[in-house]
């Protein structure tokens, strides 16, 4: 009788610990999927972004439809004008704005509202070059964040005339840099834009989805660690059902 209670606690430990294994690997597992679906690998070939990313960081970019880019985002976009490989750029004008700079105190101009650019090069500022542009409908201007080295939407507006780029030709909006570590991190919202029609875009699932896999890595292993505690005390308690029966046993012959 004494040897019941260690084995009922027992399976009901392993019991606990087999639902807190299975739950951790079911956020550890579907955040891993959900991001793998959800997101797209990019490795940034150029400074053309400095100093927001850099050539050779690792981003993550969401999966999005053209109908979604909202002004200061950075998209990852393919379009034969601009060359054969995917572009990161900032979405600086969308359809019908009127882009421009640069103001008199240096800043670039959407609908003739100045915009703050906290994340431009401080050297080159706005802009080095002055330029103006009407934006077509469902097309996007976009600009590099290093803008005295980059090839962007100015350079082709100096050499065809338009510079924009087809709402369609973007395939994601860049969320976090995640490699080197030492750089990891969300990239901060282009608030300067947020006065203008539609705002800017919120953060993605990328947060939520990195809380839920550490969460379930974390419950993998405290699971794993409870279950082989449970393991112990089972054992344990069963050496001292035994040991009892064995001593009863003598007592009662002598």
Request: charged share 20%; proline share 6%; hydrophobic share 35%.
């Amino acid at each position: 009788m004494s040897g019941a209670p260690p084995r009922r606690g027992g399976r009901v430990s392993r019991t606990l610990s087999g639902l807190v294994l299975g739950l951790g690997c079911v956020l550890l597992l579907g955040g891993f999927v959900l991001a793998a679906v959800l997101y797209q690998p990019y490795t940034v070939p150029t400074d053309s972004m400095a100093p927001t990313v850099a050539a050779g960081d690792r981003v993550l970019a969401q999966r999005i439809d053209g109908g979604e880019v909202r002004r200061g985002d950075v998209v990852v976009f393919t379009d034969a004008e601009w060359g054969p490989s995917p572009m990161i750029k900032r979405v600086v004008g969308t359809g019908g704005d009127t882009v421009a700079c640069c103001d008199d105190q240096g800043r670039l101009t959407v609908n003739g509202d100045p915009i703050t650019e906290p994340y431009v090069e401080e050297e080159t500022g706005a802009s080095p070059m002055g330029f103006s542009a009407e934006v077509p409908e469902d097309e996007l201007f976009l600009l590099g964040d290093n803008r005295g080295d980059s090839r962007d939407s100015r350079t082709l507006l100096a050499e065809t005339g338009t510079g924009s780029v087809p709402r369609d030709a973007v395939s994601g909006r860049v969320e976090a840099v995640v490699w080197p570590t030492g750089e990891a991190g969300l990239l901060d919202r282009a608030t300067g834009f947020a006065d203008q029609p539609g705002g800017v875009s919120g953060e993605g699932p990328l947060r939520p989805l990195f809380y839920a896999t550490s969460a379930g890595a974390a419950l993998i292993l405290v699971g794993a660690a409870w279950g082989g505690i449970a393991h112990r005390v089972s054992r344990k308690g069963r050496r001292g059902v035994r040991t009892s029966g064995v001593a009863h046993n003598e007592g009662t012959h002598g």
